[in-house]
């Protein structure tokens, strides 16, 4: 066997100019590069390597692999759970049950590496479990491995490995591979185990194998991932390429670097950007994707299915059926499916009814079945019908509406400030949703798998109003139902509560953290880092944009290994040669993505029109800049440039459709011509919000009064309900908390204590019987504690005191509209 040579080459356009004379074909790392080899017309084969491996381990990669293997897998350890019975596993069984997408990793890893079960550690009893799982799992003929362990036996002999070449055809050109005269490796700093195994079975042909590798050795420190690979350490030939240094002559750089106030100012800059001559990149981290799948679903060439609407709502029914208790109202699940408009029996609003589900979700969150929904809504509707009549009602338009604001306390609670009409749509699509999942789930312990795929697409075909859907939702839809008509061949049935994880990376495209180095990544308009080596060459000309470079992940940590994999446990394997070498090539991947993400932001260093970023907010948490960007700012002498920019929607009840930053001229003229009969509330809202009149925006322009509806919000509110109600009504907290969860029944046991306990806490006697005339009556003060949450700052306001910076701060975090205004937390700043 030949020994591979290495081609180092400093400038990407080294690649496409010439510098290297091809001579065979050229495998990339990245499906972007080679795609920048066709746009730029060098005349070679080109194939990213994802596709190579599709190409000779079709059984491997084929649809309907993975729901089998979950399938199998869950087999495999209900089995073994009943003959481990008594021995004080099911804590581990638990784990095993709760982590089988870890587990397929797992084993998928160590199938590629090529270990055998004797070679596994057995010394903890989580060990043992595993190594059976293991052993049972590849000797099954359903999981693959044995199909996949004859391929790669095949590519081990020279003949055998060119029958391969030319007998397996692409199914999109329909056209083999061949076999080549020469075979080029181009941006492999990492080489999983699959991809060292097609390295040496190209070796095997005795045609030349070459490595073009990105190295310059006067920045030597950036190019340590190359260094670092264990299959280059080993004596290799190593050549330049003919780069000639004059034509590589850098243009001026142009850097700027942006501070996203959160996640919703990033997205919006995105939007603005994508169709425009801007190329951006990110830093794909665990947040960072799922930021993306939410905004932007669509992934070129393999669209993950269950980002679009018609995906995630299958997905939640899946999440939420439960073999005894039937569909179980998980209230994330539910606010998901009804998030996708397939909620209903027709495809729904689905703006307003995840609306409506916001302002009511606390109220129900206690409800797990239908009958309970039921039940809840018929004690809502008759608080609503009989209680609700009892406050003040008083003619004319403007003075009713300020009256209804100082005496009904449940007139900001989001549950009833709903209409019945739009409560009705609600239930009625929670109702279909539970006839959706009877549909697919019932019949038995166990489902025929072909049944159900005729079902979920009978599903997806009667409830599809084409013209109602998303251009790429269409699109994803046919793929989806092509998927469905392909009928899984080595296991045709499952319990019920097996599929929802195998049915959603079926449908959903691959396994998350599957393989140890990501392929292509692209969300809309935004692709992986790791594409960034082609960007010059591909985007010759355009500005771009690299996003999520923030201390957490960039340079960022070790990639997390599958459990029950670690490092340690890979060193421990009992293995020789070829299969201790592919152990090395798993660690290196696993190890060093700090020495990646460093390159690879090198290489974007080195693009003449840059721009890189961070958001300073993620789930409420201040993250700061990377310390790559700090030294770019000292480097290039630049300033920070902090954009914040408001929602693109205000929220679903608001009317207003004007200037982001500046309150409408016609409703301000209303809204002003009512001053004489304005409650406090107006001058408090402004008084407490850390920009003046955000807040009163909101309450009482945007909409007729403030409505709490948020968990966190409730939790306060109905303990204020409850000590401002035994305090005016002269009783007992008991007998006050008693009528208050009649009328609000969202708390269990505990919770009421709690509330009960802090409503006892409360000192709510400072205004005494102090009240307030509005027009011809009087009002009490303490209405204020029920609209603002926080009774020391309302008393200190009431009373003349000065409201601090730190006490808008602490505002914040009760006021209603903290989910989506853009000024949240800049009390002190």
Same mark, same amino acid.
């Given at each position: 066997?030949?020994?591979?040579?290495?081609?180092?080459?400093?400038?990407?356009?080294?690649?496409?100019?010439?510098?290297?004379?091809?001579n065979?074909?050229?495998?990339?790392?990245?499906?972007?590069?080679?795609?920048?080899?066709?746009?730029?017309?060098?005349?070679?084969?080109?194939?990213?390597? %994802?596709?190579?491996?599709?190409?000779?381990?079709?059984?491997?990669?084929?649809?309907?692999?993975?729901?089998?293997?979950?399938?199998? +897998?869950?087999?495999?350890?209900?089995?073994?759970?009943?003959?481990?019975?008594?021995?004080?596993?099911?804590?581990?069984?638990?784990?095993?049950? &709760?982590?089988?997408?870890?587990?397929?990793?797992?084993?998928?890893?160590?199938?590629?590496?090529?270990?055998?079960?004797?070679?596994?550690?057995?010394?903890?009893?989580?060990?043992?479990?595993?190594?059976?799982?293991?052993?049972?799992?590849?000797?099954?003929?359903?999981?693959?491995?044995?199909?996949?362990?004859?391929?790669?036996?095949?590519?081990?002999?020279?003949?055998?490995?060119?029958?391969?070449?030319?007998?397996?055809?692409?199914?999109?050109?329909?056209?083999?591979?061949?076999?080549?005269?020469?075979?080029?490796?181009?941006?492999?700093?990492?080489?999983?185990?699959?991809?060292?195994?097609?390295? %040496?079975?190209?070796?095997?042909?005795?045609?030349?194998v070459?490595? +073009?590798? %990105?190295?310059?050795?006067?920045?030597?420190?950036?190019?340590e991932?190359?260094?670092k %690979?264990?299959?280059?350490?080993?004596?290799?030939?190593?050549?330049?390429?003919?780069?000639?240094?004059?034509?590589?002559?850098?243009?001026?750089?142009?850097r700027?670097?942006?501070?996203?106030?959160?996640?919703?100012?990033?997205?919006?800059?995105l939007?603005?950007?994508?169709?425009g001559?801007?190329?951006?990149?990110?830093?794909?981290?665990?947040?960072?994707?799922?930021?993306?799948?939410?905004?932007?679903?669509?992934?070129?060439?393999?669209?993950?299915?269950?980002?679009?609407?018609?995906?995630?709502?299958?997905?939640?029914?899946?999440?939420?059926?439960?073999?005894?208790?039937?569909?179980?109202?998980?209230?994330?699940?539910?606010?998901?499916?009804?998030?996708?408009?397939?909620?209903?029996?027709?495809?729904?609003?689905?703006?307003?009814?995840?609306?409506?589900?916001?302002?009511?979700?606390?109220?129900?969150?206690?409800?797990?079945?239908?009958?309970?929904?039921?039940?809840a809504?018929?004690?809502?509707?008759?608080?609503?019908?009989?209680?609700?009549?009892?406050?003040?009602?008083t003619?004319?338009?403007?003075?009713?509406?300020?009256?209804?604001?100082?005496? &009904?306390?449940? =007139?900001?609670?989001?549950?009833?400030?709903?209409?019945d009409?739009?409560?009705?749509?609600?239930?009625?699509?929670?109702?279909?949703?539970?006839?959706?999942?009877?549909?697919?789930?019932?019949?038995?312990? *166990?489902l025929?798998?072909?049944?159900?795929?005729r079902?979920v697409?009978?599903?997806?075909?009667? $409830?599809?109003?084409?013209?109602?859907?998303?251009?790429?939702?269409?699109?994803?839809?046919?793929?989806?139902?092509?998927?469905l008509?392909?009928?899984?061949? =080595?296991?045709?049935?499952?319990?019920?509560?097996?599929?929802?994880?195998?049915?959603?990376?079926?449908?959903?495209?691959?396994?998350?953290?599957?393989?140890?180095?990501?392929?292509?990544?692209?969300?809309?308009?935004?692709?992986?880092?790791?594409?960034?080596?082609?960007?010059?060459?591909?985007?010759?000309?355009?500005?771009?944009?690299?996003?999520?470079?923030?201390?957490?992940?960039?340079?960022?940590?070790?990639?997390?290994?599958?459990?029950?994999l670690?490092?340690?446990?890979?060193?421990?394997?009992?293995?020789?040669?070829?299969?201790?070498?592919?152990?090395?090539?798993?660690? =290196?991947?696993?190890?060093?993505?700090?020495?990646? &993400?460093?390159?690879?932001?090198?290489?974007?260093?080195?693009?003449?029109?840059?721009?890189?970023?961070?958001?300073?907010?993620?789930?409420?948490?201040?993250?700061?800049?990377?310390?790559?960007?700090?030294?770019?700012?000292?480097?290039?002498?630049?300033?920070?440039?902090?954009?914040k920019?408001?929602?693109?929607?205000?929220?679903?009840?608001?009317?207003?459709?004007?200037?982001?930053?500046?309150?409408?001229?016609q409703?301000?003229?209303?809204? *002003?011509?009512?001053?004489?009969?304005?409650?406090?509330?107006?001058?408090?809202?402004?008084?407490?919000?850390?920009?003046?009149?955000?807040?009163?925006?909101?309450?009482?322009?945007?909409?007729?009064?403030?409505?709490?509806?948020?968990?966190?919000?409730?939790?306060?509110?109905?303990?204020?309900?409850?000590?401002?109600?035994?305090?005016?009504?002269?009783?007992?907290?008991?007998?006050?908390?008693?009528?208050?969860?009649?009328?609000?029944?969202?708390? &269990?046991?505990?919770?009421?204590?709690?509330?009960?306990d802090?409503?006892?806490?409360?000192?709510?006697?400072?205004?005494?019987?102090?009240?307030?005339?509005?027009?011809?009556?009087?009002?009490?003060?303490?209405?204020?504690?029920?609209?603002?949450?926080?009774?020391?700052?309302?008393?200190?306001?009431?009373?003349?005191? *000065?409201?601090?910076?730190?006490?808008?701060?602490?505002?914040?975090?009760?006021?209603?509209?903290k989910?989506?205004?853009?000024?949240?937390?800049?009390?002190? $700043?």
């Amino acid at each position: 066997m030949q020994k591979p040579v290495i081609i180092k080459y400093k400038h990407v356009q080294s690649l496409i100019n010439g510098a290297i004379a091809y001579n065979g074909l050229v495998i990339t790392a990245n499906q972007q590069m080679a795609e920048a080899f066709r746009k730029n017309g060098v005349n070679t084969q080109v194939m990213e390597v %994802n596709m190579v491996m599709r190409v000779l381990l079709p059984e491997w990669y084929e649809n309907t692999r993975k729901l089998e293997q979950f399938i199998l +897998l869950d087999e495999i350890i209900r089995a073994l759970e009943a003959e481990y019975t008594g021995k004080e596993t099911g804590n581990v069984f638990r784990a095993m049950y &709760n982590n089988k997408s870890e587990l397929i990793a797992s084993i998928s890893a160590l199938v590629e590496i090529g270990a055998e079960s004797a070679m596994l550690p057995a010394e903890s009893q989580e060990q043992k479990i595993f190594r059976r799982i293991y052993q049972e799992f590849i000797s099954d003929g359903r999981s693959g491995v044995g199909i996949l362990r004859k391929r790669l036996f095949s590519w081990e002999r020279a003949d055998s490995f060119k029958r391969e070449l030319t007998e397996n055809v692409m199914r999109t050109t329909g056209r083999a591979i061949g076999i080549p005269r020469a075979v080029y490796f181009q941006g492999f700093y990492y080489i999983t185990p699959l991809q060292a195994r097609l390295v %040496n079975a190209f070796r095997q042909l005795n045609i030349p194998v070459y490595f +073009l590798n %990105n190295m310059n050795d006067e920045d030597p420190v950036y190019y340590e991932i190359w260094e670092k %690979n264990p299959r280059f350490q080993e004596k290799m030939a190593v050549r330049w390429a003919d780069e000639d240094e004059a034509s590589s002559t850098k243009a001026e750089k142009k850097r700027s670097i942006v501070k996203y106030r959160d996640a919703f100012a990033m997205v919006r800059k995105l939007e603005k950007v994508k169709a425009g001559n801007t190329v951006i990149y990110a830093v794909m981290s665990r947040q960072v994707k799922e930021l993306l799948e939410t905004f932007f679903p669509e992934r070129a060439e393999k669209s993950q299915l269950m980002a679009y609407p018609v995906g995630r709502y299958l997905l939640s029914l899946y999440n939420m059926w439960d073999d005894e208790a039937g569909l179980v109202l998980e209230p994330d699940n539910v606010r998901a499916c009804l998030s996708t408009g397939w909620a209903g029996s027709r495809y729904e609003d689905s703006k307003k009814l995840l609306s409506t589900y916001d302002m009511v979700q606390d109220y129900f969150r206690a409800c797990r079945t239908v009958d309970e929904w039921r039940a809840a809504m018929d004690r809502l509707q008759e608080v609503k019908q009989k209680i609700m009549p009892l406050f003040e009602h008083t003619s004319g338009e403007h003075l009713g509406r300020w009256r209804e604001i100082v005496t &009904n306390p449940f =007139h900001n609670l989001g549950a009833f400030s709903a209409s019945d009409e739009r409560l009705a749509e609600l239930t009625s699509a929670i109702k279909h949703m539970a006839e959706d999942a009877q549909m697919l789930f019932a019949g038995g312990d *166990t489902l025929s798998l072909k049944e159900h795929f005729r079902k979920v697409y009978k599903l997806l075909k009667d $409830k599809a109003p084409r013209e109602l859907l998303y251009e790429e939702e269409t699109e994803v839809l046919r793929i989806m139902l092509g998927r469905l008509q392909g009928n899984p061949q =080595h296991i045709t049935e499952c319990r019920p509560a097996g599929l929802a994880e195998a049915m959603s990376f079926f449908l959903g495209g691959k396994l998350e953290d599957e393989e140890a180095i990501p392929d292509d990544e692209v969300f809309g308009p935004v692709r992986g880092l790791s594409d960034i080596e082609s960007a010059q060459i591909l985007h010759s000309g355009k500005k771009f944009m690299v996003c999520g470079c923030d201390s957490q992940n960039m340079p960022g940590q070790s990639r997390p290994y599958p459990w029950p994999l670690t490092q340690t446990y890979i060193k421990s394997l009992t293995c020789q040669n070829e299969v201790k070498a592919r152990c090395q090539d798993y660690l =290196h991947c696993m190890d060093n993505a700090l020495l990646g &993400n460093r390159y690879l932001f090198h290489l974007a260093d080195q693009l003449e029109d840059v721009e890189f970023s961070w958001m300073e907010l993620v789930n409420d948490k201040e993250v700061n800049p990377s310390v790559y960007l700090l030294q770019l700012k000292e480097a290039y002498k630049l300033t920070i440039k902090d954009e914040k920019q408001m929602l693109k929607e205000l929220p679903e009840e608001a009317a207003y459709a004007g200037d982001d930053n500046k309150l409408t001229s016609q409703a301000m003229a209303v809204f *002003t011509s009512e001053e004489k009969i304005w409650p406090t509330e107006i001058k408090m809202d402004q008084e407490f919000c850390p920009q003046g009149s955000w807040r009163l925006f909101y309450d009482y322009i945007l909409a007729s009064h403030p409505v709490f509806s948020s968990t966190f919000q409730m939790q306060f509110y109905i303990a204020v309900l409850i000590s401002l109600m035994a305090d005016m009504a002269s009783c007992s907290y008991e007998t006050a908390a008693e009528q208050v969860f009649v009328a609000y029944p969202a708390f &269990n046991e505990a919770e009421q204590q709690e509330r009960l306990d802090f409503a006892k806490r409360y000192k709510t006697d400072a205004l005494a019987q102090e009240r307030q005339p509005l027009a011809d009556r009087e009002y009490t003060l303490k209405r204020h504690y029920l609209q603002y949450l926080s009774i020391d700052t309302v008393n200190t306001y009431l009373q003349g005191g *000065t409201i601090t910076p730190e006490n808008k701060e602490k505002m914040c975090a009760y006021c209603p509209h903290k989910a989506y205004c853009f000024v949240k937390g800049d009390a002190a $700043k």
